[in-house]
């Protein structure tokens, strides 16, 4: 009988999600790329943004990633890696989700209100409801995200409000803004 790659996935997730909690930390996502002896088992995490005392911030580092990987390596080498990971050799890698995060859940978007992302949907703006021709066809686009509203994202375009669901989003990221460095300039 063969595990349907959910279930393992799943089971993984559960784990991983538990050693998360005891770092301190959250899981943010999985992901399992290549096929045979290439094949990735990527593992993201996640923690707070905390202010230092010398003002500046930290997040998810290096120690946090390491002592993931080590708990879930105990725990594979102990209940048998290939059980848990079913599909022969691959490869471990944690890291953080970084600063162009892809989002995939309604509690990743939760976490980026109010921050520029880019969005490319299964559908055009005016399918769901945009009354601006300039938006209508429009299936990728880069906007501030307003809110998240039960199962929809909500947008601002133009002096039009546009409510996007979770299921019609194909791909979406956090996009990275640079801020320019005012101090020093000279006018």
Same mark, same amino acid.
Request: hydrophobic share 35%; charged share 30%; glycine share 10%.
């Given at each position: 009988?063969?595990?349907?790659?959910?279930?393992?996935?799943?089971?993984?997730?559960?784990?991983?999600?538990?050693?998360?909690?005891?770092?301190?930390?959250?899981?943010?996502?999985?992901?399992?790329?290549?096929?045979?002896?290439?094949?990735?088992?990527?593992?993201?995490?996640?923690?707070?943004?905390? %202010?230092?005392?010398?003002?500046?911030?930290?997040?998810? &580092?290096?120690?946090?990633?390491?002592?993931?990987?080590?708990?879930?390596?105990?725990?594979?080498?102990?209940?048998?890696?290939?059980?848990?990971?079913?599909? &022969?050799?691959?490869?471990?890698?944690?890291?953080?989700? &970084?600063?162009?995060?892809?989002?995939?859940?309604?509690?990743? $978007?939760?976490?980026?209100?109010?921050?520029?992302?880019?969005?490319?949907?299964?559908?055009?703006?005016?399918?769901?409801?945009?009354?601006?021709?300039?938006?209508?066809? %429009?299936?990728?686009?880069?906007?501030?995200?307003?809110?998240?509203?039960?199962?929809?994202?909500?947008?601002? $375009?133009?002096?039009?409000?546009?409510?996007?669901?979770?299921?019609?989003?194909?791909?979406?990221?956090? %996009?990275?803004?640079?801020?320019?460095? %005012?101090? &020093?300039?000279?006018?």
């Amino acid at each position: 009988m063969e595990i349907k790659p959910e279930a393992w996935l799943k089971k993984i997730e559960n784990i991983v999600a538990d050693i998360c909690l005891k770092q301190g930390c959250e899981l943010y996502d999985i992901e399992v790329v290549g096929s045979g002896n290439g094949r990735v088992l990527r593992i993201f995490i996640d923690k707070p943004v905390v %202010t230092l005392e010398d003002g500046s911030q930290a997040g998810v &580092g290096i120690e946090d990633c390491s002592n993931v990987a080590r708990g879930l390596n105990e725990i594979l080498d102990v209940e048998g890696g290939e059980e848990l990971v079913p599909g &022969g050799a691959y490869s471990l890698e944690v890291s953080s989700p &970084g600063l162009d995060r892809h989002l995939k859940t309604k509690n990743h $978007f939760e976490k980026v209100v109010g921050k520029k992302i880019y969005v490319q949907l299964d559908q055009s703006l005016g399918s769901l409801g945009a009354q601006e021709k300039a938006i209508q066809l %429009t299936k990728k686009f880069e906007e501030v995200l307003k809110g998240v509203e039960d199962d929809k994202l909500v947008f601002d $375009f133009r002096q039009e409000t546009i409510k996007v669901p979770l299921n019609l989003v194909h791909k979406a990221k956090l %996009t990275f803004e640079f801020k320019e460095n %005012t101090k &020093g300039k000279k006018k």
